[in-house]
Structures are given as structure tokens and as C-alpha cells.
């Protein structure tokens, strides 16, 4: 049951998937499984129309799949959520810039003392093993259907092509804009002033404080006394209890 004015916790520990575990001992283990994008937005929407529900504690850890559309759709069930007025609480345990990315849609962010906030802007790397198949005397034979289908490029090339290389910049552009929009707006900066502040990541946890990137340094169990929020354990629920 979930108890009067409870605290829905959302403790995003892996990379929300859009399909379930290939493994059959996962099949055997509901807990395990990682939750679908469509699961964690319901659930959040359910909390935000749930009178029983009083707070959102979002706990993101462990982010590291590239696509960021994933991770802006649960953002946006975010920002959505605190249209409600209730309060949206971030808690980073680990200061990934996908998690923190995540936690700008929160009314408050705290980071644990011992986590730097990995503010560093947006890359991305490609493995081109053309050089090495060529060593070994092995071909791939690849049926290549246009410059920009760049998929079979890390075993016909030993590095970018210029269609590759152009679709690679743009991707990376256009996500780092979307990252200094959201700081920007989550932690009411300017563009501007967010886009000095990643040039001179990453913070160590009371520099990132100190710049505004962050609204306090703490443990999670300080959270809700700094944030005066009802976070108390006794009246959380988290996601998986939440889903029965």
C-alpha cells in the first residue's frame, strides 16, 4: 500500500530500455529487469494525478547510453510532474552528465560529498578496423547504400569519411545545445554563463555548489531536511512497489 502523502522515489540505476533482458535467469528475476522509457513516464505521470504522493525523489545513476532522446523523454515527464506544484528533488550519488542533464528538470539538485559533477561538454567516439582486417588478410564485404549510412564504416575504413565525420559533428552540436538549454533553464543561467561554466568542468562537488550548478553538497538521508521536503524513508515508495 502506499502510505498517506508518501515520497515516489524514482531510482533510475541502469539505462532505461525500450525492450526487456535478453537472458533467460532476467526472465526469472522481475526486479531485475530494466525498465522500459513508457514505464518510468506512466509511473511518473500516475505520481503527479496520485493525491497519495506528496514529493518526487529522482535518484538517475548509471546513464551511459548515447541516446540522449531516452533520458529528454523522462526529463520531460519530469518537468510535467511539477506542474502539479508537488516538488521534484534530485539526489546525484554519481555526477554523471547524463544524470545531471536528467536532475536540471528537478526543483533541487544535491550532490554527494565524494562524486564530482563530470560536467565536460559532448563527444563521441568511432573504432575503425579496416587497418587491422587488411593485416590479417580478411575483407568485410559490405553492401554500402549511402554516405550517411555510416554503420559498416568501423570495419570498410580506417577512419572518418566526410559524410560520417559531418553527421558525427551535427549529432554532437545539436546535443550539446540541447545540454546548455536545459542547465540554462534548470539552474536560471544564461546560455551564455553555462557554456563558460562547461568549458571549465569538471567540479569537484563544492565547486560545482559554489558555481550554482548544484543547490547543496550532502548525504541523501540531509536531503530532505536542506530541501524541506517530507523525504523521510518511512514514507517513500519506490518505483518497483509503486508498479504493483
Known amino acids: 500500500s502506499v502510505p498517506s502523502r508518501a515520497t515516489f522515489v524514482l531510482r533510475i540505476d541502469a ?12 526472465q526469472l528475476l522481475p526486479v531485475q529487469r530494466a525498465r522500459s522509457i513508457r514505464a518510468l513516464v506512466e509511473n511518473v505521470r500516475k505520481a503527479r494525478a496520485d493525491r497519495r504522493v506528496a514529493a518526487l525523489l529522482v535518484r538517475p545513476a548509471g546513464l551511459t547510453s548515447p541516446y540522449l532522446a531516452k533520458v529528454q523523454e523522462l526529463r520531460d515527464a519530469i518537468l510535467d510532474f511539477k506542474r502539479s506544484g508537488k516538488p521534484a528533488i534530485a539526489y546525484l550519488e554519481t555526477g554523471g552528465q547524463t544524470e545531471y542533464y536528467l536532475a536540471t528538470a528537478c526543483d533541487r539538485i544535491y550532490l554527494a560529498p565524494s562524486s564530482p559533477l563530470q560536467l565536460t561538454g559532448m563527444a563521441s567516439y568511432s573504432l575503425f578496423l579496416r587497418g587491422t582486417l587488411d593485416a590479417i588478410g580478411a575483407y568485410a564485404d559490405m553492401l554500402h547504400i549511402g554516405a550517411y549510412k555510416a554503420a559498416p564504416n568501423q570495419l570498410t575504413e580506417k577512419t572518418f569519411t566526410p559524410a560520417h565525420r559531418e553527421m558525427e559533428q551535427s549529432l554532437n552540436a545539436d546535443s550539446y545545445e540541447q545540454l546548455i538549454a536545459a542547465i540554462a533553464a534548470g539552474r536560471k543561467k544564461s546560455d551564455a554563463d553555462v557554456r563558460a561554466l562547461v568549458d571549465e568542468g569538471p567540479f569537484l562537488a563544492e565547486d560545482a555548489r559554489r558555481a550554482g550548478l548544484v543547490d547543496g553538497v550532502a548525504y541523501e538521508d540531509e536531503v530532505g531536511d536542506l530541501a524541506k521536503v517530507p523525504l523521510g524513508r518511512g514514507k517513500r515508495i519506490d518505483l518497483a512497489d509503486y508498479d504493483r
Open 15 to 26: 539505462d532505461p530500455s525500450e525492450g526487456g533482458p535478453d537472458d533467460a535467469f532476467s
